[in-house]
């Protein structure tokens, strides 16, 4: 990981948010190949999903909402982290991060300085395996002197009081891993950013930056699908920023406090309704033909669509061979989801989720509809027609079903008859709020997914022996910053610069290239492939005819993964190269 993030330094990747200023946590900044990395990333993104669909639209909403949708969606009462905070400097560690350590138990009854300043509060701290008492000592001075600002004078002459060993701990959690200080008891913390929308910033001006652009889909669907003239099902996908105060952002941009998400809610009838339209909802089973969506499919099988969709996008950037799966098991589920499943991906510090695909049912749009009290619902014609059809036995029938469903539920309340009676009532109007399927994937840990699998280093012998390390970055050309690198052979030979800067410009108009003429042609070589640009184009004496008519105005095209070489007509070079990175 560290060779990663000095490389993503180095070249232009990635660089520390305001870092000429000690740097700003959780925050990060993309350089001129991180921008070109990600906007290829988001436009693979966009395209696949939205554009290349003929049942998905898209929406560029804003980061500022109105604070009762976050509300609506739970936000402001569940989205938290629990957190302990450490009982000597008040630092704040995410419970489920901190890692089991080993020692013993050191307790004191206070502290006192020479300044006359006295603490009399009980402190216990970890004295790690191995670290020496002295040194120990010293670290609690200091960092109870910080704590405790100026009034506690210089750290190496405060006082530990009533020192006592206790416990030696094989697999402790209780202990903050930086400071060793006591932790307290794990607590909520909510994990929006408040910020103020008004000039006169007090409580009633309080708003978040958004946490997830998915909201914005949901309170926004009225008016797309009013708009639009679609029919459920139907998508509305959004790419855009999202903050969370994350209580401990870590492993470089995978965590961060602010990053970017691209959504997709996918609406779907209810399976009550398909069921009523098809008179049947497809089964999902292993090898189930999931090429085409199919009028009979329900959430079951709309959600495995989205997996197998999603998947694919992933095989093509590159990423297909390091992805696993995890379906969350009925205890991991929120209430209201029936499935959700973490697309895994292997970073260096371990197998991470890179996205998320849940089935929500209708919660979302049923929460905004409560909250704000403005339908959701949709009019579904051919719905109302095949209810129309139905005897009041089969009608009784589904409810009888639903009723069942409603009291063998696992988790959440039960929807009390009435409510169910009411629901299909609507239902056979040919009214529902629709349900959803929601892919979720995180801009900046596809961008850290696809550099970390591309990072490759061999060890190569130059014509004098010395043993150098080469750093490849196998990135897929679609997602590739720089698709091309042209070099003139020489840059003394106006003629093979002045052609080469002829072939950099047929190129640079479709695609990202660079242009290269110093250094050895070996070393212009290397440098691309250090920042993952698949192709080369050499412009030689051949090109010029030197050989011979039939090599004139023929380059050579070096392949990075490959190292083969290729000659190819310039006129050639478009045709063969766009399909390739696009
Ligand atoms: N609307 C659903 C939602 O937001 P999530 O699992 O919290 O679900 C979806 O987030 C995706 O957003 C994650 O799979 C991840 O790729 C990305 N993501 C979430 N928190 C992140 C963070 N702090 N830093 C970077 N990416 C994050």
Sequence with gaps: MEKIVSLCKRRGFIFQSSEIYGGCGGVWDYGPLGAELKRNLRTAWWNTMTREREDVLGLDASILMNPAIWKASGHVDTFADLMRECSLTNKRVRADHVDPQAGTVLSYTGAQSPTGWRWDRAISALLKNGEHIESFRKRIRTLIAQNAGAAAGKPEEIELLGETKGETLEKTVDFHPETGGALGEARPFNLMLKTYLGPTATEDDV???????????????????????????????????AFRNEVTPKNFTFRSREFEQMELEFFIKPDEAVEIISGEVAKWSEGADLS???????????????VDQR???????????????????????????????????????????????AARGDFDLSAHQNASTKSQEIFDEELKNAAVKLTDEQKEALIQKRLAAEAAKVKGEPMPEAAVRAWFERLFKGNYVPHVIEPSAGLDRMALAVIAKAFSETEKTDEKGKKETITVLRLHPRVAPIKVGVFPLLKNKPELVAKAREVYALLKKHMNCFYDETASIGRRYARQDEVGTPFGVTIDFDTLGEKGPELLDTVTLRHRDSNEQERVKISDLLGKLLPLVS
């Excluded at 008016?223 to 139907?234: I, L, T």
């Design 207 to 241: 708003t978040y930056l958004r946490p997830e652009t998915a909201q914005a889909i949901f309170a926004q669907f009225k008016n797309v699908f009013d708009s639009s003239r679609v029919k459920v099902p139907f998508g509305i996908g959004q790419i855009g920023k």
């Design 292 to 306: 085409e969506p199919q009028p009979n499919w329900g959430w079951e099988m709309w959600h495995r669509y989205w």
């Design 311 to 357: 998947t694919k996008f992933y095989e093509g950037i590159g990423l297909g061979d390091v992805l696993e799966y995890y379906w969350q098991t009925p205890e991991d589920l929120a209430h209201y989801a029936r499935a959700c499943v973490d697309i895994l991906c292997e970073f260096p510090f371990g197998t991470e989720e890179l996205e998320g695909i």
